[in-house]
């Protein structure tokens, strides 16, 4: 796993950047029609890490949409683009979410672990990642993927 390196992140426009101090611990497609409608894609593409691995440097132009529910999702006010969401999972302990084609270089970036909320799918997909149908199962397999990823990030420092 990469560390003290500088990862960067940045909006289709350039206003909005994020940095992280390691790599992403997990990557997911969610194919929910919240981000369908928000990415304009049939699925999502993003990378999970630890809110405190993550520093917006540019974040005076990041809009956060949905703010009611438990994830904040951040978009680009100047491009309209995702660049930065985060959840808060107890007081003091969240994660921060970046979609892959915000990173200045993928390489780094895990493999998916899954497609989830894939009864919503809008396309065909037979790329041999697992796919999670139904509400329930796609939010408790996200949540397996997020604890099992934070132990093997914590075990391997």
């Known amino acids: 796993m990469m560390t003290n390196a500088e990862i ?3 909006c289709e426009c350039g206003k909005s950047q994020v940095e ?3 790599a992403p611990m997990l990557r997911f497609h969610c194919h929910c029609t ?16 630890w809110a405190r691995d993550a520093k917006l440097i540019q974040g005076e132009h ?14 680009c006010t100047q491009c309209e683009q ?8 107890f007081p ?10 915000r990173y200045d270089d993928s390489i780094i970036l895990p493999e998916p672990s899954e497609h989830i909320f894939f009864h919503r799918s809008e396309v065909e997909i037979n790329d041999g990642i697992g796919k ?11 949540s397996w993927l997020i604890v099992k990823s934070a132990f ?6």
């Open 8 to 10: 960067t992140a940045r």
């Open 20 to 22: 992280l101090k390691q």
């Open 34 to 49: 919240i981000c369908q409608n928000l990415y304009k894609q049939p699925y999502s593409d993003v990378t999970v890490m």
């Open 62 to 75: 990041i809009e956060y949409r949905r703010p009611g529910l438990l994830l904040k999702r951040g978009v």
């Open 82 to 89: 995702p660049i930065f969401a985060t959840m808060t999972l």
């Open 92 to 101: 003091g302990l969240k994660l921060a979410f970046v979609p892959v084609n």
């Open 132 to 142: 999670t149908k139904g509400f329930i199962k796609s939010e408790l397999m996200i």
């Open 152 to 157: 093997v990030q914590l075990f391997a420092r």
